[in-house]
């Protein structure tokens, strides 16, 4: 099947259209990235590894060793089914969050091959509770047969805790709010601004509690720039080389020593 077909044809299954703006429009894309990642790139950040150690040594030295089993862990698996993606490189600070916050339940839009779940679900484990409940677009160029491969990497004695439902986040996304609680939320998913911010509002709107949100993908485009939420602070981290967006409320801000 030709790939744009199969792009739309995907787009139409998940009533998904504001990716296929993302895909047809690349070259105006990429000119956008390249602005924004320079302003992104030259903003204040807090070098991660040197936070969480003065906040919690021994958590941040059980990070240091779940990075190495992490590493260990990826070269089991074949990306090429996905497109090759590799995943993101901050799944360190995932694994940190979920042991420093504890939360019961966990938000995460954007799963492919499992980089971003498999993080969460080992330091649920070791915070021996916890659930995460997942949202992903299949590839739109990627036949069905290999959705199969999404989340790979999640072994199965970590699936108990995990609740994956495949579909857009505008589909998705505001039913899985309103039936649940999040004190701990990973946009990783629709990469326009528009879409992440739909998600934080969708999230906001529909918690009861004032939950930690980390966003990637805030050097995509002017997004970070130009983002307010009401009684919440704007962090950037860096970590690997890498950069990432949280908003932490101002009610715990504090207790986060930032």
Partial sequence: MNKKFLILFNSLRFRS???????FFKKRRIRIKTEAT???????????DN???SL????????????????EHEKLFDFSPL????????FGALYFFTRIVKPKLILETGVANGYSSFSFLSAMNMNKFGKLISNDLPPLDIKKEKWKFIGQMVPNELKENWSLHLGSDRN??????KKNNFELAH??????????????????KHNEINPIILID????DFFWKSLKVSSYHKVIFEQSNKRFGALIHSNTISDYHL
């Fill in 17 to 23: 259209f504001s990716f296929l703006r993302y895909v």
């Fill in 38 to 48: 320079k302003y992104f790139y030259n903003l204040p950040a807090i070098e991660f």
């Fill in 51 to 53: 936070w969480a150690q």
């Fill in 56 to 71: 919690d040594k021994k958590l941040f030295l059980e990070m240091k060793n779940f990075q190495i089993a992490f590493q």
């Fill in 83 to 90: 497109g090759g993606a590799r995943g993101l490189d901050q």
């Fill in 172 to 177: 998705n996304l505001k039913k899985l709010c």
């Fill in 187 to 204: 946009f990783d998913s629709d990469k326009t601004s528009s879409g992440k911010m739909f998600c934080i509002n969708t999230l906001l």
């Fill in 217 to 220: 993908n805030c050097a995509d």
